[in-house]
C-alpha cells in the first residue's frame, strides 16, 4: 500500500477500512483506489470536504455487488467523512471515451435516491445499461496531476491522459452550473469559479483553498470583501451572509474573465 502522505491518522484510517470492505466486496475483480480532490491537493478541510476516490475494477461489477457497495456507501459516507467515489472497469479507460462510462458511482447527492431504492427495491439507477459521467474527464485529468495511488499499480500504468479539450468542456459545465447557482451556494461555487479561471487562464489546477488565496491577492480589490467571507466561511466555518447583488456583480465580472482567455 501506498498512502497519500497527505493524509492525517484519522483519514487514513478511514480510508483503510472503506478500501477493505472493497476489496472485499469485490475479490479477485479488484485492481485498486486511487485519490484525487482536494485531499490530495493539500486543501482538504474536513468540516467541509468530500474524500474524492476512484476504483478501477478488472470487469463489470455485478448487481448484487454494486447493491452491497450502496449499502455500505450510505452507511459510511458522512461517518466523519463524506465520500464521492467511482467505479471504472479497465475497458472504461481504454480506448478513451468522452463523457466516461463507469460502474458504480456514490455521493451524498445520490443519497436519497439510493435509499428510496432500497426500500422500494427498485434500483433504476444500478441497473442503468448506460452509466457516463463527463466529470470523469476532470477526477481522472486531477488524479494524474496530484493524485496517488492509495493501493494497487501506479497511476501511470492505469489511467490515460485526459485530451485537454474534455476536461475544458467538463471544467466549462462545471462553471456553467456554478454562474447559475451561485445565489444557493456562494462558498463552493465562487472558489469553484475561480478555480477553472486559474486553469483556463495559467493552465494551472488548484484546490479550492488555493482558489481563495488567488483570488484575494490577484482578483481586483472591488471583489475582496466577498472573497474575504468566502474564504473565511469554508477554511473557518464561519456564517456569512452574502447579496444578490454582490454576488452578481461577481458573477458579471468572474464570468467575463473567463471569456478574454477561452482560447
Not at 143 to 154: A, E, H, I, K, V
Not at 169 to 185: G, I, S, V
Request: overall charge negative; glycine content about 4%.
Amino acid at each position: 500500500m501506498k498512502p497519500c502522505i497527505l493524509l492525517d491518522q484519522a483519514v487514513e484510517a478511514f480510508l483503510k477500512d472503506i478500501t477493505s470492505n472493497i476489496k472485499n466486496t469485490l475479490q479477485s475483480n479488484y485492481t485498486g483506489t486511487y485519490l484525487h480532490g482536494s485531499v490530495t491537493l493539500g486543501g482538504f478541510n474536513p468540516n467541509r470536504s468530500d474524500i474524492d476516490i476512484l476504483v478501477v475494477t478488472k470487469s463489470e461489477i455485478p448487481i448484487a455487488s454494486q447493491l452491497r457497495l450502496a449499502r455500505f456507501f450510505l452507511q459510511c459516507s458522512k461517518n466523519p467523512y463524506p465520500i464521492e467515489i467511482s467505479f471504472l472497469a479497465e475497458s472504461q479507460l481504454s480506448p478513451w471515451f468522452h463523457p466516461t462510462p463507469y460502474e458504480f458511482h456514490y455521493s451524498e447527492a445520490w443519497r436519497e435516491i439510493y435509499l428510496k431504492e432500497m426500500e422500494t427495491g427498485r434500483y433504476k439507477h444500478i441497473n442503468e445499461k448506460i452509466k457516463n459521467d463527463p466529470d470523469l474527464a476532470a477526477h481522472i485529468t486531477n488524479l494524474n496531476y496530484s493524485g496517488t495511488n492509495f493501493d494497487g499499480p501506479p497511476i501511470h500504468e492505469i489511467f490515460p491522459q485526459v485530451p485537454k479539450k474534455d476536461y475544458l468542456a467538463t471544467l466549462l459545465l462545471d462553471f456553467k452550473d456554478c454562474l447559475t447557482n451561485m445565489e444557493q451556494d456562494p462558498v463552493y461555487t465562487v472558489l469553484n469559479t475561480i478555480r477553472v479561471y486559474k486553469y483556463v487562464k495559467d493552465g494551472e489546477i488548484i484546490s479550492k483553498k488555493d482558489a481563495g488565496q488567488y483570488g484575494e491577492k490577484h482578483l481586483p480589490y472591488l471583489y475582496n470583501p466577498t472573497i474575504k467571507k468566502v474564504v473565511n466561511a469554508y477554511s473557518k466555518n464561519t456564517n456569512e451572509t452574502f447579496s444578490t447583488q454582490e454576488l452578481s456583480v461577481f458573477k458579471a465580472f468572474i464570468h467575463s474573465k473567463i471569456e478574454e482567455v477561452l482560447p
